[in-house]
């Protein structure tokens, strides 16, 4: 598996739980690097995977069921379940509309095949 390391800059009081993140998505989590810096290393994953998580911890941060989701977006709940586990890709006019709600860009949504 390859990894990448990123630096990034977040509140202090963050810190516990992006470290929580990156170990969760099978990240690796080094010892402090100062006092006020942690270095975090993640896999690297494919775009269509990058969409997924993107899509359902959007979702989740918004507090909204894939029920809820699905009726703003006029798609049946199946759908958001295939789009969060990569059964369905998501089409660009879908995109736009889980931008507007998810308070993000379209981008998020988007990947080649």
């Known amino acids: ?5 990123a630096r990034i800059e977040i509140p202090s009081d963050s810190l516990p739980l992006v470290g929580q ?3 969760k998505l099978g990240g690796k989590v080094f010892k402090d690097c ?3 810096e942690v270095l975090f290393t993640a896999p690297v994953i494919e775009e269509k995977e990058r969409v997924s998580r993107m899509l359902k911890g959007l979702r989740l ?5 894939q029920k809820g989701l699905a009726k703003q977006i006029g798609v049946p709940q199946s759908h958001i ?4 586990k ?7 006019e879908k ?3 889980l931008a507007r709600i998810l ?3 379209e981008s998020d949504f988007i990947y080649k095949d």
Do not use: H, Q
């Open 103 to 105: 308070k993000t860009v």
């Open 34 to 36: 100062g006092a006020e």
């Open 86 to 92: 990569n059964k369905r890709k998501i089409p660009r």
């Open 1 to 5: 598996m390859a990894f990448t390391t």
């Open 61 to 65: 941060r918004a507090d909204l069921t």
């Open 21 to 23: 993140l990156v170990k």
């Open 81 to 84: 379940s295939e789009y969060e």
């Open 95 to 97: 995109a736009s509309d």
